[in-house]
């Protein structure tokens, strides 16, 4: 089955960017979710087929997708971006959702 | 305002069975696909299942498949999860959650806060 992979953690200084890596076979080819969770809540999503804000989304927040690497970029951090946050797509070729496992954003 | 409220997760034996709720509502329920995700504690996101707008078209992860069925009943607004021959593996908290649209491959707009589910002897 597809397999996303992500860094467990990454840390920037404040107002610094944050470049979060989602790693998969040919990833560029198919559509990627970012999602972001904060202790204790629900997920939210942040970036959606690869490059879309949802509204109410900070425009800090962004993405790309090309050859094996997916990409959330969060510019100028902020302490409340601290977070674990999450890829996701759909496989078509066995009709599975896929998740990342994961990277938790530590702002310094 | 778009709500989902899960119900029905409690502490359960394992080999045991539970039945989850999802009641929604402040949007056009069958215009949506619908997911369960779930999460075991300290762990990260897991889909467990999916079902069209309509109900025609079911999927579910390996690690469920043949024991979970999801359902929905457009009439009423709900989604629902029943699980059976639950196992250790199973305990985390599920979330009900909306897709973009009717499209299977999209994206989760809207989560509900998740119900606990506990599979322990």
């Known amino acids: 089955s597809y397999v996303l992979t992500q860094p467990p953690s990454v840390s920037v200084p404040p107002g610094q960017t944050a470049r979060i890596a989602c790693g998969g076979d040919n990833i560029g080819s198919k559509s990627v979710h970012w999602y972001q969770q904060k202790p204790g809540q629900a997920p939210v999503l942040v970036v959606y087929d690869d490059i879309d804000r949802p509204s109410g989304i900070p425009e800090r927040f962004s993405g790309s997708n090309s050859g094996n690497m997916a990409t959330l970029t969060i510019s100028g951090v902020e302490a409340g971006d601290e977070a674990a946050y999450y890829c996701?797509?759909?496989?078509?070729?066995?009709?599975?959702?896929?998740f990342g496992g994961g990277t938790t954003l530590t702002v310094l | 305002e778009v709500q989902l409220v899960e119900s029905g997760g409690v502490a359960v034996q394992p080999g045991g069975s539970l039945r989850l709720s999802c009641a929604t509502s402040?949007?056009?329920?069958?215009?949506?696909?619908m997911y369960w995700v779930r999460q075991a504690p300290g762990k990260g996101l897991e889909w467990v299942s999916l079902?069209?707008?309509?109900?025609?078209?079911?999927y579910y992860a390996d690690s469920v498949k043949g024991r979970f069925t999801v359902s929905r009943d457009n009439n009423r607004n709900s989604l629902n999860l029943q699980m059976t021959n639950l196992r250790t593996e199973d305990t985390a908290r599920y979330f009900c959650?909306?897709?973009?649209?009717?499209?299977?491959?999209?994206?989760?707009?809207?989560w509900g806060q998740g119900t606990l589910v506990t599979v322990s002897s």
């Open positions: 402040g949007f056009t329920f069958d215009d949506y696909t």
């Open positions: 959650a909306r897709g973009f649209s009717s499209s299977i491959g999209g994206s989760i707009t809207h």
């Open positions: 996701q797509l759909w496989d078509r070729s066995s009709d599975h959702w896929v």
């Open positions: 079902i069209s707008w309509d109900g025609s078209n079911t």
